[in-house]
């Protein structure tokens, strides 16, 4: 894309945003005026109005259970117009970590469009920033499995959706992310070998490699981790120009080995770059020396995953990715110097309809740090109506055949762009931990996880990663919470762990439980090394795309499988007595 289209798409978003309640009013009429005929919509007798007061007096808020009956049927084989005024013919599958199955969703021409207007869109802000010339990107992507349902939808995840189409190719070679490797390594079938042969080629054009990128922090991080196990493999194949017998995928090397060539001097120089690092501090910008930053959705579930990474990434700027799901697109991140701690979206206008409900804090749980509240609901209110400072649940309505639905993720309104919110995503807003009157989020568990983690700093531990699971076969019910670390701990230091994660929890009605022993005492349990890589072998062996795999932060009990390896894997445990033995 050049320069000069770059501020044009600036531009565009700062007309755009000046006005944005009006362009707000425009999108719904456009999504109402595509999909007149949908079943859905003429259902709750709407019959053909697209503006915004009968379109809220008639249909009503949503979640996923609402439309699944008719996203079955499109699955099932039903033509015609059940979500949106065109068939369906893609459906998209989201991540299903938490639950241990995935939802289908509808995927479309227009929502591919959208995607490609929210990525245009923060690239140039982010180019305005930290301008890169014609290059590569290092991008560690995946496709997934395809299934064609029974009546012959095609459905996979919504990455692999957008990897698939042409019309994504060139947009992504408009915005200079062209990936460093060809397609069979990103649509392989095997992982493994898929990343091995992204990290060799990213290698075997690093000099042209201006940008890092996965879809989350948490591919990045295991991208480099796996570099550390396999760098001199990576250094011989390049020198004698002959791919590893590791890989076997007979697509993969013959994609691979048109493009590698016997190079005994970059082998050289990767391999003494290499052993020049200390604890492969800043490897990332050693070996791609022309890399200007590292990109990927890096808040949320993701921040556990930052400090590893800015080990890796040395003296690069991280920047996080714009904000949306597999439902669609809510904002684009336009302030790419700030770090992913402090990321805000800023609302695209066109890609959507958009309402927030807002969310309050009942008279007294206003602790500050605490994201377990039980919120009071209000109405709804449109874009431009939010207050700075507050906190709302999303509502979207897409161009997909979805309807004020509710994405379950809290955010504040941190500030405004012209007339267009700037949102800070808070976290998910379903309930992870919670066995009677207690409430506890994911965000609540990370916050006592990196409270006890302190503890480990001084031994020079870290923890790899977490999760947690609620305890109820016996009585009173318990918290677990799982750890794997990067080498063994004192036994005095896990105990004080346990302690400090069972105070770290500060929801009043898990404390008052704790004390009147109505929850037992939280139990620390330690993994063997590679748990949680068998959780992320598990996830793929049931189909889904590593871009869109998310270490499940809580355990379903319905999960038996994990559970399973959880269970297996269990090499110590520890119980606190931060409340009395």
């Given at each position: 894309m050049p320069i000069c289209s770059c501020e044009e798409t600036i531009n565009e978003f700062e007309t755009l945003t000046r006005d944005a309640g009006r362009v707000q009013q425009d999108t719904l009429r456009k999504i109402l005026e595509l999909n007149a005929d949908a079943e859905?919509?003429?259902?709750y007798g709407l019959n053909g109005r697209t503006d915004v007061e009968s379109y809220k007096s008639c249909i009503p808020l949503c979640v996923h259970s609402d439309v699944e009956p008719y996203i079955q049927r499109i699955a099932d084989g039903d033509t015609s117009p059940l979500l949106t005024g065109k068939p369906v013919t893609s459906l998209s599958l989201s991540s299903g970590t938490t639950q241990g199955k995935p939802k289908f969703l509808p995927f479309n021409d227009e929502l591919l469009e959208t995607t490609l207007q929210i990525f245009q869109t923060s690239y140039a802000f982010r180019n305005r920033e930290y301008p890169i010339g014609k290059g590569k990107a290092l991008q560690f992507i995946y496709g997934s499995k395809q299934v064609i349902t029974k009546g012959g939808i095609l459905a996979t995840t919504a990455t692999t959706n957008l990897y698939r189409r042409p019309r994504y190719k060139e947009g992504m070679k408009d915005i200079q992310s062209q990936c460093c490797s060809p397609d069979e390594v990103v649509f392989g079938p095997d992982f493994n070998q898929s990343l091995y042969c992204h990290l060799l080629c990213g290698l075997i054009y690093s000099d042209e490699v201006h940008q890092v990128f996965s879809t989350f922090a948490h591919s990045l991080v295991h991208a480099f981790q796996t570099f550390e196990e396999v760098w001199e493999d990576l250094c011989a194949d390049i020198r004698d120009g002959v791919l590893s017998k590791k890989v076997t995928v007979p697509s993969i090397r013959e994609a691979v080995t048109k493009i590698l060539k016997p190079n005994p001097e970059l082998a050289e120089s990767i391999h003494r770059k290499c052993m020049g690092l200390s604890n492969w501090y800043g490897v990332i910008p050693a070996l791609w020396p022309n890399a200007k930053y590292v990109?990927?959705?890096?808040?949320?579930?993701?921040e556990p995953y930052l400090k590893k990474l800015r080990h890796y990434a040395g003296h690069l700027p991280l920047i996080s990715a714009d904000y949306g799901a597999s439902e669609g697109w809510v904002g684009a991140n336009i302030n790419p110097t700030l770090p992913p701690e402090q990321v805000t979206y800023a609302v695209h206008p066109q890609t959507g309809y958009f309402e927030f409900i807002p969310l309050e804090k009942p008279k007294?749980?206003?602790?500050?740090?605490s994201a377990s509240i039980h919120y009071i609901e209000s109405d709804p209110v449109g874009l431009t109506e939010v207050k700075i400072g507050k906190i709302y649940e999303v509502v979207i309505t897409t161009f997909g055949g979805l309807y004020r639905y509710r994405l379950g993720?809290?955010?504040?309104?941190?500030?405004?762009?012209?007339?267009t919110p700037e949102l800070q995503f808070i976290c998910r807003r379903s309930l992870v931990l919670s066995i009677n009157i207690d409430k506890n989020t994911e965000k609540d568990l990370q916050l006592a996880v990196e409270e006890a983690g302190k503890l480990l700093e001084a031994e020079k531990l870290e923890i790899v990663d977490f999760t947690s699971f609620v305890e109820k076969s016996s009585d009173p019910g318990r918290y677990v919470i799982f750890w794997e670390l990067s080498s063994d701990a004192n036994e005095d230091v896990l105990r004080s762990c346990a302690n400090c994660l069972d105070l770290a929890f500060v929801d009043a009605g898990y404390m008052g439980s704790r004390k009147i022993r109505t929850i037992g005492p939280l139990e620390l349990r330690?993994?063997?090394?590679?748990?949680?890589?068998?959780?992320?072998?598990?996830?793929?062996s049931l189909g889904g795309a590593v871009s869109q795999f998310k270490t499940p932060r809580f355990v379903n009990p319905l999960n038996i499988k994990v559970l399973q390896i959880l269970s297996r894997n269990t090499t110590k445990s520890y119980f606190s007595t931060a409340y009395g033995l």
């Amino acid at each position: 894309m050049p320069i000069c289209s770059c501020e044009e798409t600036i531009n565009e978003f700062e007309t755009l945003t000046r006005d944005a309640g009006r362009v707000q009013q425009d999108t719904l009429r456009k999504i109402l005026e595509l999909n007149a005929d949908a079943e859905y919509l003429n259902h709750y007798g709407l019959n053909g109005r697209t503006d915004v007061e009968s379109y809220k007096s008639c249909i009503p808020l949503c979640v996923h259970s609402d439309v699944e009956p008719y996203i079955q049927r499109i699955a099932d084989g039903d033509t015609s117009p059940l979500l949106t005024g065109k068939p369906v013919t893609s459906l998209s599958l989201s991540s299903g970590t938490t639950q241990g199955k995935p939802k289908f969703l509808p995927f479309n021409d227009e929502l591919l469009e959208t995607t490609l207007q929210i990525f245009q869109t923060s690239y140039a802000f982010r180019n305005r920033e930290y301008p890169i010339g014609k290059g590569k990107a290092l991008q560690f992507i995946y496709g997934s499995k395809q299934v064609i349902t029974k009546g012959g939808i095609l459905a996979t995840t919504a990455t692999t959706n957008l990897y698939r189409r042409p019309r994504y190719k060139e947009g992504m070679k408009d915005i200079q992310s062209q990936c460093c490797s060809p397609d069979e390594v990103v649509f392989g079938p095997d992982f493994n070998q898929s990343l091995y042969c992204h990290l060799l080629c990213g290698l075997i054009y690093s000099d042209e490699v201006h940008q890092v990128f996965s879809t989350f922090a948490h591919s990045l991080v295991h991208a480099f981790q796996t570099f550390e196990e396999v760098w001199e493999d990576l250094c011989a194949d390049i020198r004698d120009g002959v791919l590893s017998k590791k890989v076997t995928v007979p697509s993969i090397r013959e994609a691979v080995t048109k493009i590698l060539k016997p190079n005994p001097e970059l082998a050289e120089s990767i391999h003494r770059k290499c052993m020049g690092l200390s604890n492969w501090y800043g490897v990332i910008p050693a070996l791609w020396p022309n890399a200007k930053y590292v990109y990927g959705i890096m808040t949320g579930s993701m921040e556990p995953y930052l400090k590893k990474l800015r080990h890796y990434a040395g003296h690069l700027p991280l920047i996080s990715a714009d904000y949306g799901a597999s439902e669609g697109w809510v904002g684009a991140n336009i302030n790419p110097t700030l770090p992913p701690e402090q990321v805000t979206y800023a609302v695209h206008p066109q890609t959507g309809y958009f309402e927030f409900i807002p969310l309050e804090k009942p008279k007294g749980q206003e602790l500050e740090n605490s994201a377990s509240i039980h919120y009071i609901e209000s109405d709804p209110v449109g874009l431009t109506e939010v207050k700075i400072g507050k906190i709302y649940e999303v509502v979207i309505t897409t161009f997909g055949g979805l309807y004020r639905y509710r994405l379950g993720d809290i955010v504040k309104v941190a500030g405004f762009h012209n007339s267009t919110p700037e949102l800070q995503f808070i976290c998910r807003r379903s309930l992870v931990l919670s066995i009677n009157i207690d409430k506890n989020t994911e965000k609540d568990l990370q916050l006592a996880v990196e409270e006890a983690g302190k503890l480990l700093e001084a031994e020079k531990l870290e923890i790899v990663d977490f999760t947690s699971f609620v305890e109820k076969s016996s009585d009173p019910g318990r918290y677990v919470i799982f750890w794997e670390l990067s080498s063994d701990a004192n036994e005095d230091v896990l105990r004080s762990c346990a302690n400090c994660l069972d105070l770290a929890f500060v929801d009043a009605g898990y404390m008052g439980s704790r004390k009147i022993r109505t929850i037992g005492p939280l139990e620390l349990r330690i993994l063997k090394t590679g748990t949680f890589k068998e959780i992320l072998d598990y996830f793929l062996s049931l189909g889904g795309a590593v871009s869109q795999f998310k270490t499940p932060r809580f355990v379903n009990p319905l999960n038996i499988k994990v559970l399973q390896i959880l269970s297996r894997n269990t090499t110590k445990s520890y119980f606190s007595t931060a409340y009395g033995l």
